[in-house]
């Protein structure tokens, strides 16, 4: 699948934006903060239903507005017929808002989804950015954000799991807040029934999702392992293991009814410490992926290089994935990271390419053309557009 075409409304500095693309190479070039990045963004958030720079979608509306959309007309590599795909942001104060609530509405050829987890799956892209070095270098936090986005677009019954389990997450956190509330600190067996009505729900859910994370992780471990020995030139091996909550073994062996009565019973004897604590400490909202090279943490021991490649092996991973599971590419979206990476790690990167449609941040246009030229043969077919203050004009090629 491919994008003829981004359109765009009052998102972030584009009032409006319609503009047509190649099926190769596209490369967006200009000074810094003129809106580049923007549009790699809009199409992230396309693929996603979120941007990978902000968790605040009010953040990315033209100013003085109260609502964004973005929408992509595509064309399917395989039947060569077209679609589109719209994600449209309401902050509920505007006098034409259809709600006094934010409210977010994905579309697929301009029929609104009832849910957000029917989305996911009809159009996928990987995002290369230099914010990719938080997987390494940040908590928790970001490597989840990760693995949900990835397994999320290839299997999203696993959205629709993930959803389920915080909104049942955030009824036990509730029971426990408005028992808290007015100073109260005797935990009763009143409260402890109210909470456990949560339990079963929430196992369910959990023990679904930390069975896809587990598997997943182990594909991302072996396809990162494989592209970080070629980046290190084979000195070097990565190991990305799933840390979770409950024994491994309880995945390796995955039985849905065991995992679940675990959960309940822990969620049952921490009841009252959840009680204390104002909120629920156990369960997979606590995941985490533990990276290391050859038994050394990449976070305490790993060189700025080291790392750099390390997240480069996660993306590429999970480009791996993607292919594997759509059977086709997905879109790649090179947000500055040429300047990022030393000449061996662009290669590797370059070499990975494919036949995929490629969109590129740059401020140097040149350096662009001769990086493009000598890996890749598609760079006959790249088409440049300068970026100015919101402003996208093509370019003809030299």
């Not at 990987?126 to 299997?155: C, H, T, W």
């Not at 995941?287 to 750099?308: E, H, I, P, T």
């Not at 030229?373 to 004009?393: C, H, P």
């Amino acid at each position: 699948m491919y994008i003829r075409s981004i359109q765009l409304e009052n998102f972030r500095n584009y009032r409006r934006l319609d503009l047509k693309v190649e099926p190769s190479v596209n490369v967006f070039y200009g000074e810094n903060a003129q809106g580049k990045t923007n549009i790699l963004e809009s199409i992230y958030v396309c693929t996603s239903t979120h941007s990978h720079r902000t968790s605040k979608d009010a953040e990315m509306i033209y100013h003085g507005e109260h609502g964004y959309k973005v929408k992509l007309n595509l064309t399917s590599s395989f039947h060569a017929y077209d679609e589109s795909v719209s994600v449209v942001f309401e902050d509920g104060n505007g006098e034409m808002s259809t709600s006094k609530r934010a409210r977010k509405v994905c579309l697929h050829d301009d029929v609104p989804f009832e849910k957000i987890s029917e989305y996911f799956g009809i159009f996928n892209a990987v995002i290369f950015a230099p914010e990719d070095l938080m997987l390494i270098k940040d908590g928790p936090s970001i490597r989840r954000k990760y693995l949900n986005v990835l397994i999320s677009q290839v299997k999203p019954s696993y959205y629709f799991e993930l959803s389920n389990y915080v909104r049942y997450l955030m009824s036990r956190n509730r029971i426990i807040k408005n028992a808290r509330s007015g100073g109260n600190k005797v935990f009763s067996d009143r409260i402890r029934e109210e909470m456990s009505i949560w339990h079963e729900p929430m196992a369910r859910s959990a023990a679904r999702i930390m069975r896809d994370r587990y598997l997943f992780s182990l594909r991302i471990d072996s396809f990162a392992k494989v592209h970080h020995e070629s980046i290190s030139h084979g000195n070097e091996s990565l190991y990305v293991k799933y840390k979770t909550c409950i024994p491994i073994n309880m995945l390796e062996n995955y039985n849905e009814d065991e995992v679940v009565s675990y959960l309940m019973a822990k969620w049952d004897h921490v009841a009252e410490d959840d009680f204390f604590r104002g909120g629920t400490d156990f369960g997979p909202q606590r995941d985490d992926l533990q990276m290391s090279l050859d038994g050394d943490g990449l976070r305490m021991f790993a060189s700025q290089g080291q790392q750099r490649s390390a997240a480069l092996s996660m993306k590429l991973a999970e480009l791996d994935i993607m292919r594997e599971e759509t059977n086709d590419a997905p879109v790649l979206l090179l947000d500055d990271v040429f300047g990022e990476l030393d000449a061996q790690r662009r290669k590797c990167l370059l070499s990975e390419i494919g036949d995929a449609q490629i969109f590129i941040t740059c401020t140097d246009k040149s350096f662009i053309e001769q990086e493009m030229a000598d890996s890749l043969e598609k760079a006959s077919r790249i088409a440049f557009f300068e970026v100015s203050n919101g402003d996208v004009s093509r370019v003809e090629n030299r």
